[in-house]
């Protein structure tokens, strides 16, 4: 398996400009989160799915950000519309459901709002 | 509060000195542990595991111990190499199947 798989790597976009980023989980895996690393606030939570289905998503900061899962291969976060303040890396990570297995994270996507 | 603390770096050593990295945390039961490194420009990929208390996870030379008495998963490597300088993330699993993150420790290994 190549592993989870995040696009684009970059992207810098200006401000007040709509965002997508995608993730391909890793085949078989049936939770998904998505993770924002910056340098004051470290790696934070957004938004986990299981099964295709939201179940907690009190980490995503504004209205401005939402995700989606229409199916077990592909999931999107969007912001709309984007701030430098939204600068940072994007995470995706997966696993299979349970306490004692691992989360498999993607490359990350830079993400610059200028 | 956060679950998970770490110590803070960043940490700067020599090549073939020792590190450790304390890890400490909070909950209810016996979760699952984990230690993180991220090399630069990259994601984060799982160094060790421990899963039941007094585990012992390893993996590429490092080391560390589930002690349910102290709470603590202290990550150590008896001998550093310049290529172990990353960010290394100690976290915990949950009966809601998150992982939460400590803030991370930048360790710089020098020749």
């Known amino acids: 398996d190549a592993g989870v798989i995040q696009s684009p790597r970059h992207e810098v976009t200006e401000m007040g400009q709509e965002v997508t980023l995608r993730c391909k989980p890793i085949s078989g895996h049936n939770s998904l989160f998505w993770y924002r690393q910056t340098m004051m606030r470290g790696l934070e939570l957004l938004i986990y799915?299981?099964?295709?289905?939201?179940?907690?998503d009190s980490g995503m900061p504004e209205d401005r950000f939402s995700a989606k899962m229409p199916n077990a291969s592909f999931s999107t976060l969007k912001i709309q519309p984007s701030e430098p303040r939204d600068s940072a890396v994007y995470f995706c990570?997966?696993?299979?459901?349970?306490?004692?297995?691992?989360?498999?994270f993607g490359q990350g996507t830079r993400l610059t709002v200028v | 509060g956060n679950s998970v603390t770490q110590m803070e770096g960043p940490v700067t050593l020599s090549e073939e000195a020792f590190l450790t990295i304390n890890c400490t945390y909070t909950a209810t039961g016996y979760p699952s542990l984990f230690w993180y490194v991220q090399y630069p420009g990259e994601g984060l990929q799982l160094l060790l595991k421990?899963?039941?208390?007094?585990d012992k996870g390893s993996n590429k030379g490092f080391e560390a111990t589930y002690r349910k008495e102290t709470t603590s998963f202290h990550l150590e490597k008896g001998s550093v190499q310049v290529s172990d300088s990353a960010v290394y993330f100690c976290?915990?699993?949950?009966?809601?199947?998150?992982?939460?993150f400590g803030a991370g420790t930048t360790v710089t290994v020098r020749a």
């Open positions: 990570a997966t696993s299979l459901r349970g306490m004692n297995t691992e989360a498999f």
């Open positions: 421990a899963t039941k208390a007094d």
């Open positions: 799915f299981n099964n295709n289905v939201p179940i907690d």
């Open positions: 976290a915990r699993g949950s009966n809601d199947y998150k992982l939460s």
